[in-house]
């Protein structure tokens, strides 16, 4: 039928909009955790939209694991807390060390940091991530898979469209240009 989209393309979308909506909700956890920490809000990421890059590659990765699956709840909890803990690992010493010392989080100056490993992870983080990957992985993913299933095409459509437009942009902005007129890249 004209208009319709298949069960790969909407599985395609749903990828994609959990990926950003985990970025947002990293974003929004983040905001609040400074909040508490600083005493004061200060804005997280180097682009203009509420979404932190490091979140979206955690979100991906729990959605492409789970994605059509049904795990049980603890292995959730691990498999994010694994993850999550190798991947901020592996990406702040990658910056660090690969990029002049670039520090997007140090977990050295930071309150509840019990655990720290070099600034880059901490045992709080990999709590927390794997709380949110369990809570993700069992609730958000199941239910927004329900509901895209049922979507009407169009409206789908054009909101991934727009909502992917905004999200490159961001990025080409916040991480290309930015770096390009402040002496990077």
């Known amino acids: 039928m004209k208009g ?13 909009l959990l990926t950003v909506l985990g970025a947002f909700i990293g974003w929004v956890y983040e905001m609040i955790f400074y909040r508490i920490d600083l005493g004061y809000f200060i804005k ?10 490091i979140y979206a590659f955690g979100a991906l990765g ?15 909890f691990f498999l994010s807390m694994i993850g999550s803990g190798i991947i901020e690992y592996a990406t702040g010493w990658l910056l660090f060390n690969l990029m002049g010392g670039v520090r ?3 977990y050295n100056v930071e309150i509840w940091n019990w655990g720290n490993i070099d600034g880059f992870v901490c045992a709080r983080s ?19 898979t329900a509901w895209i299933k049922k979507a009407k095409a169009r409206p789908l459509m054009i909101f991934s469209a727009v ?23």
């Not at 997280?44 to 890059?53: N, V």
């Open 44 to 53: 997280r990421g180097h682009g203009f939209g509420p979404w932190l890059p």
């Open 126 to 144: 990999v709590l927390i991530f794997g709380v949110f990957g369990m809570v993700y992985g069992a609730l958000v993913i199941p239910r927004f």
């Open 62 to 76: 729990l959605t492409l694991i789970v994605y059509k699956k049904k795990l049980h709840p603890a292995v959730l």
């Open 4 to 16: 319709e989209l298949t069960e790969k393309q909407r599985t395609v979308i749903g990828i994609f």
């Open 163 to 185: 909502l992917a437009v905004v999200v490159f942009a961001d990025v080409i902005y916040g991480y290309i240009i930015k770096s390009i007129m402040n002496g990077g890249l």
């Open 104 to 106: 997007l989080w140090d």
